[in-house]
């Protein structure tokens, strides 16, 4: 179906003293990336309705690129927007 890859810089902004991105920011980015996919499929504004969850495996450091991805799972019925 539907799918985008978003690339992100880590800024320092979003870090904590430790210099690791913290992760709110990081879930910010997958809901940018979600919304980006359903918008470009719908033609129109889309909300986040449902996130699974988030596994962190290692932590992102403050000026590191990072990619992320979304692809649309499921479609119910298509709306005139």
Known sequence: MHSITLRFMAASGASSAS???????????????????ASAWAHCACVTAFMGGASFLRPVRSGALGAVGAGLAY?????TC
Do not use: F, N
């Not at 879930?27 to 980006?36: H, I, K, M, R, S």
């Not at 479609?75 to 709306?79: D, F, K, M, N």
């Open 19 to 37: 210099g690791r991105i913290q992760g709110g920011a990081v879930l910010l980015w997958v809901d940018e990336a979600g919304l980006a996919c």
């Open 75 to 79: 479609a119910g019925s298509r709306r």
